[in-house]
């Protein structure tokens, strides 16, 4: 009984180590290398990657209190800004991955540090398997409603998902600078990843 009971509380402290193992090493600490060559592909992953970038700094050591931040005039929350951006990694995802994004099965419920993990790992994913594709045009943005299928060229992928991810990635920078938590001085878009 006593090796069973060991057991178990071995096996629990396990679990909720590699949960805090998962939070620590989140996606997109620094932009990952550069390709050698220039393609479709590889560009639009780069651009991902930026994103991605900005998108973890942006929400790296977020309060509570942060997160119900408003700005009063009925703009969206920091946490609403957040949710937003999960439900757009999901359609970057499924271009990527050639699929549509289907809006009539109920999403599973997250918290929202697990929803901050997933919305990166969705962009990590999508910026390796555009880094690997060759013809944008195999990657429509595709949307399943309950009135019907929508269909849209790559083009609406940079011009909407992606460029509206980019743009609340920076809407998250303001709100948490205007809450009195910026983000961390270090961040260098530019070169991407922390200064010394």
Same mark, same amino acid.
């Given at each position: 009984m006593k090796a069973l009971l060991t057991f178990l509380l071995?096996?629990?402290?396990?679990?909720?180590?590699?949960q805090e193992t998962t939070q620590n090493e989140l996606p997109y600490t620094s932009i990952p290398e550069a390709p050698d060559?220039?393609?479709?592909?590889?560009?639009?992953?780069?651009?991902?990657?930026?994103?991605?970038f900005r998108y973890r700094w942006a929400t790296e050591d977020l309060r509570e209190d942060d997160l119900a931040y408003e700005p009063g005039n009925d703009g969206r929350t920091i946490a609403a800004t957040m949710d937003h951006l999960h439900g757009l990694s999901l359609v970057i995802l499924r271009s990527?991955?050639? /699929?549509?994004? *289907?809006?009539?099965?109920e999403q599973a419920k997250?918290?929202?540090k697990e929803k901050r993990?997933?919305?990166?790992?969705?962009?990590?994913k999508a910026s390796g398997l555009f880094k690997e594709t060759t013809n944008l045009k195999e990657h429509p943005v595709i949307f399943i409603r309950e009135n019907g299928t929508y269909?849209?060229?790559?083009?609406?992928n940079i011009n909407g998902p992606i460029e509206d991810a980019i743009w609340h990635a920076g809407q998250v920078v303001v709100?948490?600078?205007?809450?009195?938590?910026?983000?961390?001085?270090?961040?260098?878009?530019?070169?991407? /990843?922390?200064? *010394?």
């Open positions: 071995f096996g629990i402290f396990l679990a909720s180590n590699a060559t220039y393609t479709p592909g590889t560009v639009v992953s780069r651009m991902i990657d930026g994103l991605g990527a991955e050639k /699929k549509p994004r *289907d809006f009539t099965t997250m918290t929202l993990l997933a919305t990166l790992q969705n962009f990590e269909d849209f060229p790559f083009w609406n709100l948490r600078r205007s809450a009195g938590n910026p983000i961390n001085p270090k961040v260098n878009v530019f070169l991407g /990843k922390l200064n *010394d």
